[in-house]
């Protein structure tokens, strides 16, 4: 009886505190999915209407990582000289361009529109990563398909990206 009660009194603690905050669902992912597609075609109509695209992309990064909450680990696409972007600054600087040099500006570029194709969905309580294929869209209506790992953790009852790895399909 002793050991059943110990359980249930640091199960409940535990589930006070926001480490151990809601379940996650393929429906959040799906969604957290949506928002950063949207959030990486709104940088680029920004930068192409003359807007505050640096901001635009700020606010993407401040609503979607987990940058002030711990630590990311994030691989670009293009990125080979300086290939993970640990902090804040160095995810700026990728999809805008700025402090690395070999950082275009991913989503200045501009794309037209983002779509997900999941393989895989795994949750684990208030932690989840996905993996597929997504489309970037050219201006031109051309496709480019990428290859993602995202994965998600609950912080204060919001989804956030603590690990986000793409890369090019392999070319025979």
Partial sequence: MKIQSLFAISALSLASTSVFASAITESDIIEA?????????EIG???TSGGDYSQVAKDLIDDLYAYDHGPVAFKPTLASDDQFRGDFDEALSYFVGGSIEEDKGFAIKP?????????????NGSQAIAMG????????GEEVKVEYSFGYTHVDD???????????????
Wanted: a negative charge; proline letters at 2%; charged letters at 25%.
């Fill in 111 to 123: 794309w037209t529109n983002v779509r997900f194709e999941n393989e895989e969905v795994i949750i």
């Fill in 33 to 41: 999915q949506k928002k950063w597609g949207t959030g990486i075609v």
């Fill in 133 to 140: 294929n997504y489309y970037f869209t050219t201006v031109e």
């Fill in 45 to 47: 109509e920004a930068k």
């Fill in 158 to 172: 919001e989804l956030l990206i603590n690990l986000h790895h793409s890369s090019l399909p392999y070319a025979k």
